[in-house]
């Protein structure tokens, strides 16, 4: 079997479950591959390997980064798109006034990541109003966000909600991003067009595998993948899990809309040109951009694993 | 005028003040800092109590205590983890910063040539090259190490190279005329007479290679069983579990204050007979 | 140049004129950045079996003219010459300051000069502690510097001066920290060693009396700017004992060179250096 | 035996070798290290060149130079931005180095009491307690003022408590005999004994500084215009810009080795007259 | 107490019996943790207006009696005693080495007692500079230590002792770094000073002339363990000028202290120390 190693941007989750998934049920060794992955962490930086060809597919954040690679001329593409939505929320403190989208914007800090700051909230300044200078960093701790009841902080709809529930002693509120038109693609799978090239049946090979892998991961035993997820990262917990599997179908993070045609994984060029303008618009990303480069619809949309959906 | 009484042992006042106060000092010199390190955990539960600090925010000592003593076994196991790295990127720092000063004495052409490779070094931040490093290491262990030496190395360079610099001219001069080789000026004055300069550099890197590991662990993630305390604060913090942060914290802190105590006391013992900085003065 | 070259008499020491010279001073000045004037215009002759000492009040650049014949400082004009070639590498030095290691023990400090020729701790033991008897601290072989005394430290540094049994030997007030009966002890070994040894000294001393004592000429300086003032042969024959040290001869030498002294320090210039 | 001929000025070649050394050495002294450099960035180029690393791992320094002159208005603007805190938190880190070194000196006590905090700021990861300072601390500059400084002031503290212990004994006794008071003690020779030592790590600190100025804009973050380069070498991590980070990275090696140059020259300009390793051995 | 107390006759000082102690050491021992006895049972009384010499052999602590009069140190057994209470924080001491502060100007270090006792630079400025006339250092009032030579550290020591008019001055060696004439002119100096100005004096030489010339009193020590082996009264009238120095009573005078030095060095006991 082919060795193949996929890198994670996170340290490993429920949020990577369907790759678990398909690496512990044998569904990538089934067509031929040998799949390691390679956890990732809040400050470790991967996409570099798999630019110098160290890895052989990593797990992008959205779409956005797919775009700038064009930008800056590599041969990156995405091959899937694991999540239909981004599962990007914004949270805010019940009952501060603070509970409607619109009202965000006047919050007193927002409390947003570096890539964030790069990507949606420039995004929400230019379609919502938000004022960029209030943000301050956010190092993956809620702290500040509980401590300050006028704040607002990002967090993936699957984890950060469930730690300030459990330690804040309430429930935020959440706006899905990708309710609010943030319609990027996310938990992409990118490789590099020599890949492609070269080792086309490869890559076939590794997104169908995943998606069964999500397939099986959201609807079939999962024990497996968790424990897998578990040994990667001991300190994670099953009630953390379960809120996470929980939360992905509550969305629809992974399954909904094309999908349920096109399958897990699915992607269309009407999406990836409406995220583009936004972008675009909120001058995130520069106009010209040919963003056909920076994805390739050849190994997805073909229904893969819709069967395995119970 | 009145003459003593030479019968009973006369003890001068100075004298009798002198003796009492090196009686304190013998018992302050331990009991005062645990007082103050007491004063001060205690301070921190007050503060807590006192401004309702929530316990996801800045846990009370008593609960991180309870923590370190529930979570010990994950804790210690990262804790040694982490030492592991510091030790080896210390010796490699000790290697490293020696070995480069001693280059650099060499001449002032080395010098002036390769200490700004040095500083470069000294200032690139770790996070923003470690992508590169990351490419073109591969294992593991090494990454770290890497990262922790580049963190630790300089204060031993530059201080050895300042204590290489600090020789008595006159003793120079002996040597020369003696016809003393490069390698015997160095080895039997300049590095002697660089100790105390040296050693300081060492107190300083031995905080920092501690620190140097676990940003190296930030930066470079770890994974699985042989995560060091850096995985372990990452995790905490993301999951709010602020109490086995601070302890993680506090494990930290204590590894810093076991190496500076060791290192002064290898600087001390080296010292001791003949650097003012070490010598218990005689009166 | 072999040793017995020139040896005339019985005295033991060979006539002055006839030794072959070891170094010339030529017109040797000095001149420190400070602007002051260490040395102007010195120019002198050092013979090979010379025991000459340098007399002069303190600042005339006696230590800077040791300096310069060592070569660890160089003329601001003016050659030193050494016409054999040979000795320059086979110099002992007793510093003004004892200039000793502080971290090395006694024995370690006198090892030094040997060491640093290659021969071993074992190998250098007996010329090591034969050297420290005779200064009377064979017993502080392990102290260090710092516990001893400052007369000691003084010692351990004459020791180390000459444990290698130099051709040529600079000594700057090597007994200046010393009690008088320690001092006529090391002034007769020292003249005993160089009789029997015949190598060269140049001796800086601040004592009318040892300088006559000990050497066959006495050069007497002048500060500010520092230059020779007086040249004075010591006639007296060698072995010199107890008896030339209460002899008719030695008290007049005395007076002759306290004489030279007096008049260097009377054509004293005025103070010169630029301090603004 | 020949005499030389004393017309003819006579160089021995001792003395000829020398000076020509001089004379090589006053030219080497900047042409050498201009021309290793020049080759370390030749080397890069063909490394570069050889391996076919594409542009988006490791641009080439052509391409590094021509971002660095093309985005030259944003990389400056942000290096002075980047500056400000790296002088702000140097300051701040002398004056509370030395502060605390002169606490420390005035009795073990002291030291061995509060020592450990100091450890304890040394060693404790900025990114695992920036939460904190983030929640009771309002204003941005103070906040990447404050953890510049954790970074900044151990070298300081450390050198200089060495340097205030390193005083010679005896002229120790002559302020005693003298009644000197503390203050004075410490004014008039503790200070300027431990100058040497404060400022060898004043030059360590001077790197940390800028290294810590850094790695709190990357930890504290910037907002709008008034972003240093940390956030510049972030967005163009993220932008998978590599020339412009690469440029960024650049220009904090130069503003490192400038600054180190610059201490360097205050610690000469201040130890000429007197210390060994600055002053100018007069031969 | 008053000084004009206990004066005796017109040799213009008082007679040894009459004056005041000024203190005592008593049964004093001093044991360095090295194991060297330093001192053992050293008793000695040291009256006002004293000039005692300290004479003895290297190593038979002359500097370590000094320290412990001064209070830098403190003996390991035995009592010193200053039943005045008055003077032990007026003390000037010349230590054996220069100890100058290197970052400061030969000007800033002979300021240094005045200033620490709060006295401005201006105001300093005449008494620091008297200070430097007399031991010939005034040009040199901006240089700093490392641009003197040996001597003139040493005066600039000895200016720094003298600035603040200390009731009691210890001296360790002032003047063995010094050339005869300019060692002769800071001995009448110092007589001159000491006789307007009645201060106390412990004097460690190991020139016995100069301690004759100088003293009231000679004590001689001897070696491992450093003892008082000798004490002597130099009962010739002051003040003292160059007759003297060539009188019949200062020839018979050096010769007694001659023999009382030698007898003590003979008496010399086995190095004693604890080196393994
Ligand atoms: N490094 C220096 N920089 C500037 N001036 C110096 C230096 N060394 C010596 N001098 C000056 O040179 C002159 C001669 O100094 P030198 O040490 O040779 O005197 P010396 O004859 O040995 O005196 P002493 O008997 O006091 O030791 C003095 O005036 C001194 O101030
Ligand atoms: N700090 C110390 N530690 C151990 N031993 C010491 C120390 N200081 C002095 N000694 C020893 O004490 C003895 C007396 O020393 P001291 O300096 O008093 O002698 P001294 O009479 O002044 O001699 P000199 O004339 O050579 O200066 C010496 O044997 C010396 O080795
Ligand atoms: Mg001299
Ligand atoms: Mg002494």
């Not at chain 1, 798109?81 to 009952?95: I, L, T």
């Not at chain 2, 086995?244 to 007979?273: E, K, T």
């Not at chain 3, 000492?53 to 230590?63: H, T």
Request: hydrophobic share 45%; with cysteine; charged share 20%.
């Amino acid at each position: 079997n082919e060795k193949v190693i996929f890198g994670t941007n996170w340290l490993a989750q429920a949020e990577h479950g369907g790759y678990y998934q398909a690496v512990v049920d044998g569904t990538y060794a089934a067509c031929g591959l040998d799949v390691t992955i390679q956890q990732g962490g809040p400050q470790v930086a991967g996409r570099p390997l798999l630019l110098a060809g160290k890895i052989d597919f990593y797990m992008g954040g959205n779409m956005q980064q797919a775009f700038d690679a064009v930008a800056q001329d590599i041969p990156l593409r995405v091959v899937a798109a694991s999540f239909q939505k981004e599962p990007q929320v914004m949270m805010s403190h019940p009952g501060e006034g603070l509970d409607k989208w619109e009202d965000l914007k006047n919050a007193d800090q927002y409390i947003v990541g570096d890539e964030g700051a790069q990507s949606f909230l420039l995004w929400m300044a230019t379609e919502y109003g938000f004022d960029v200078s209030k943000r301050v960093p956010y190092t993956f701790n809620a702290a500040p966000f509980i401590a300050n009841k006028k704040s607002i902080q990002q967090g993936y709809v699957t984890s950060e909600p469930f730690a300030v529930q459990k330690e804040g002693g309430f429930m935020p509120n959440q706006f899905l991003l990708a309710d609010y038109g943030y319609s990027t693609y996310s938990t992409t799978i990118e490789a590099m067009q020599e890949t492609i090239d070269k080792r086309p049946e490869v890559v076939q090979c590794f997104v169908d595998g995943s998606a069964k892998g999500w397939y099986n991961y959201l609807y079939g035993d999962n024990a497996a993948a968790n424990a897998a997820i578990k040994k990667d990262n001991p300190d994670i917990t099953d009630e953390q899990i379960a809120f996470t599997i929980a939360q992905l179908k509550k969305f629809g993070i992974v399954d909904s809309g094309d999908t349920e045609k096109l399958g897990i994984g699915a992607m269309t060029d009407a999406r990836m040109q409406d995220f583009y303008n936004k972008m675009v618009k909120a001058k995130v990303i520069p106009a010209g951009i040919d963003i056909k480069k920076s994805y390739t619809l050849n190994f997805v949309n073909k229904g893969v694993g819709l069967d395995l959906k119970k | 005028m009145s003459m003593p009484e030479p019968s009973r042992p006369v003890l001068d006042p100075e004298e009798a003040r002198r003796v009492r106060q090196q009686r304190l000092e013998r018992i302050g010199r331990w009991v005062l800092p645990l007082a103050i390190m007491i004063l001060a955990i205690w301070l921190w539960d007050r503060i807590c109590v006192w401004n309702e600090i929530p316990k996801y925010i800045l846990p009370r000592p008593g609960l991180v205590l309870q923590t370190l003593h529930d979570d010990a076994g994950l804790l210690f196991s990262s804790l040694l983890v982490t030492l592991k790295i510091t030790f080896l990127s210390l010796a490699l720092a000790v290697v490293g910063g020696v070995g480069l000063a001693v280059l650099f004495a060499q001449s002032k052409w080395v010098e002036m040539s390769f200490f700004p490779f040095a500083i470069v070094l000294q200032v690139t931040p770790i996070v923003a090259i470690f992508p590169l490093i990351n490419i073109y290491v591969d294992n593991q262990t090494t990454k770290l190490l890497l990262c922790a030496w580049i963190v630790a190395f300089f204060p031993i360079l530059s201080n050895t190279t300042l204590g290489l610099n600090s020789v008595d001219r006159n003793l120079l001069d002996l040597f020369r005329l003696n016809g003393a080789t490069r390698w015997q000026q160095l080895r039997l004055l300049r590095l002697p007479a660089a100790m105390p300069y040296f050693l300081g550099g060492l107190k300083i890197a031995g905080g920092l290679s501690l620190i140097g590991a676990v940003v190296a662990e930030f930066v470079a993630g770890a994974s699985g069983q042989s995560s060091g305390l850096a995985s372990r604060i990452i995790e905490a913090g993301y999951r709010l579990n602020a109490p086995r942060l601070f302890a993680a914290l506090i494990l930290i802190s204590l590894a810093g204050i076991v190496i500076f105590l060791a290192l002064s006391l290898v600087s001390n013992l080296v010292l001791r007979r003949w650097h003012e900085s070490a010598m218990v003065q005689e009166r | 140049m072999s040793q017995s070259e020139g040896m005339s008499g019985d005295s033991g020491v060979p006539a002055a004129d006839d030794r072959a010279p070891l170094l010339f001073l030529r017109n040797v000045s000095k001149t420190f950045s400070t602007g002051t004037v260490a040395l102007r215009g010195v120019d002198m002759t050092i013979r090979d079996g010379d025991f000459l000492s340098l007399l002069g009040p303190s600042g005339c650049g006696k230590s800077t003219a040791l300096r310069l014949i060592a070569g660890l400082s160089t003329p601001t004009s003016g050659q030193i010459e050494w016409p054999g070639a040979s000795s320059r590498s086979d110099i002992g030095f007793v510093f003004q300051e004892p200039t000793l290691m502080p971290w090395a023990s006694v024995f370690d400090n006198v090892w030094l000069p040997l060491r640093l020729r290659g021969i071993s701790r074992a190998q250098a033991q007996p010329a090591v502690m034969e050297m420290l008897e005779r200064v009377h601290l064979a017993g502080f072989a392990d102290a260090v510097p710092r516990e001893l005394s400052g007369g000691m430290k003084m010692r351990v540094s004459i020791a180390r001066a000459m444990v290698t049994k130099p051709r040529l030997l600079l000594m700057d007030e090597p007994f200046a920290a010393l009690d008088e009966i320690t001092r006529f002890q090391l002034n007769n070994d020292l003249l005993d060693l160089w009789q029997d040894q015949r190598f060269t000294v140049v001796f800086v001393t601040h004592s009318v009396f040892e300088s006559v004592f000990l050497s066959n000429r006495i050069v007497t300086m002048a500060a500010r700017p520092g230059r020779v003032a007086d040249e004075m042969a010591v006639s007296a024959p060698y072995p010199r004992d107890e008896a030339f040290r209460t002899s008719v001869d030695y008290a007049a030498l005395c007076r002759q060179a306290s004489t030279a002294l007096e008049a260097a320090m009377g054509t004293n210039a005025e103070p010169q250096h630029v301090h603004a």
